[in-house]
Antibody, heavy 118, light 107 residues
Framework: EVQLVESGGGVVQPGGSLRLSCAAS????????MHWVRQAPGKGLEWVSL????????YYADSVKGRFTISRDNSKNSLYLQMNSLRTEDTALYYC???????????WGQGTLVTVSS | DIQMTQSPSSLSASVGDRVTITCQAS??????LNWYQQKPGKAPKLLIY???NLETGVPSRFSGSGSGTDFTFTISSLQPEDIATYYC?????????FGGGTKVEIK
């Protein structure tokens, strides 16, 4: 059974940093690209970042480029999102999601909440 | 970046009604379009991929069509458990983008 479990969310002041983690199980982790998707309270879904299966290619939404860094440790079946220079508009529930060869997200975690507030 | 315009933003329909949601891309995305369902407090769930392919285990009352810039998502007979917000998502190229969502309610 595929499982994705996010952790690392919390309350942080504007300008601060936070590192999210996503523990994956139930599939061959390094065979698949992985994504971070976020959802601000009461709002829609926003794609954040993508990393290829081998970690060699990464992509970011314009809203986080230069501030967030996606990475993975295939030996630990884990995905990460390092978030720096956080802004109030980064407040959201952050989901990790598994990609497919066809580019759709077939499994999602339950999300971890990040609140940026002074 | 490719913009996805989804409409309507909300709708109210009766049980058994046919429900249609549209999604328009700002440029040709071929069939690189997925549809997700999100119930309150839950993670999104994939329903349709590649514009018209039903994900395994998803009821056949859900369907999708379209290619290029114009796409349609249909619930052929609305059921009480279909109350949710539905999102389209393109994956032609990063940055990937979602539509704004359609909240479906029972009349």
């Amino acid at each position: 059974e595929v499982q994705l479990v996010e952790s690392g969310g919390g309350v942080v002041q504007p300008g601060g940093s936070l590192r999210l983690s996503c523990a994956a199980s139930g599939f061959t982790f390094d065979d698949y690209a992985m994504h971070w998707v976020r959802q601000a309270p009461g709002k829609g879904l926003e794609w954040v970042s993508l990393i290829s299966g081998d970690g060699g290619s990464t992509y970011y939404a314009d809203s986080v480029k230069g501030r967030f860094t996606i990475s993975r440790d295939n030996s630990k079946n884990s995905l990460y999102l390092q978030m720096n220079s956080l802004r109030t508009e980064d407040t959201a529930l952050y989901y990790c999601a598994k990609d497919t060869p066809g580019g759709h997200f077939d499994y999602w975690g339950q999300g971890t909440l990040v609140t940026v507030s002074s | 970046d490719i913009q996805m315009t989804q409409s309507p933003s909300s709708l109210s329909a009766s049980v058994g009604d046919r429900v249609t949601i549209t999604c328009q891309a700002s440029q040709d995305i071929s069939n690189y379009l997925n549809w997700y369902q999100q119930k309150p407090g839950k993670a999104p769930k994939l329903l349709i991929y590649d514009a018209s392919n039903l994900e395994t285990g998803v009821p056949s009352r859900f369907s999708g069509s379209g290619s290029g810039t114009d796409f349609t998502f249909t619930i052929s007979s609305l059921q009480p458990e279909d109350i949710a917000t539905y999102y389209c998502q393109q994956y032609d190229n990063p940055p990937l983008t979602f539509g704004g969502g359609t909240k479906v309610e029972i009349k």
